[in-house]
């Protein structure tokens, strides 16, 4: 059974940071391109960022691009996210999920989520 649980959410100040984790279990996980992803209140889930098979390929969305840092350790089934300089518009569930996909910023190529961490940015 696979399993991908997030922590490290909570509550930051705009110019804050945080950094989210996301432990896996039930795959072979050094085989999968992670990813993470957030949706807001209202809106549609949208790629944040992704880390190849062996974290030498990272990939970022525009908005993020610059604050944003994702990295992965095989050796204990993890993948991080590293948000610097938090906007008020970052605020969201974030979700890390895996694929089989060399890299994909679509949700549907997907295959596990995890059940997602609450970021919120105060002004």
């Known amino acids: 059974q696979v399993q991908l649980v997030e922590s490290g959410g909570g509550l930051v100040q705009a110019g804050g940071s945080l950094r989210l984790s996301c432990a896996a279990s039930g795959l072979a996980f050094s085989t999968y391109t992670m990813g993470w992803f957030r949706q807001a209140p209202g809106k549609e889930r949208e790629f944040v960022a992704a880390i190849s098979w062996g974290g030498g390929s990272t990939y970022y969305a525009d908005s993020v691009k610059g604050r944003f840092t994702i990295s992965r350790d095989n050796a204990k089934n993890a993948v991080y996210l590293q948000m610097n300089s938090l906007k008020p518009e970052d605020t969201a569930v974030y979700y890390c999920?895996?694929?089989?996909?060399?890299?994909?910023?679509?949700?549907?190529?997907?295959?596990?989520w995890g059940q997602g961490t609450q970021v919120t940015v105060s002004s």
């Open positions: 999920a895996a694929t089989r996909r060399v890299y994909s910023g679509t949700s549907s190529s997907y295959d596990y």
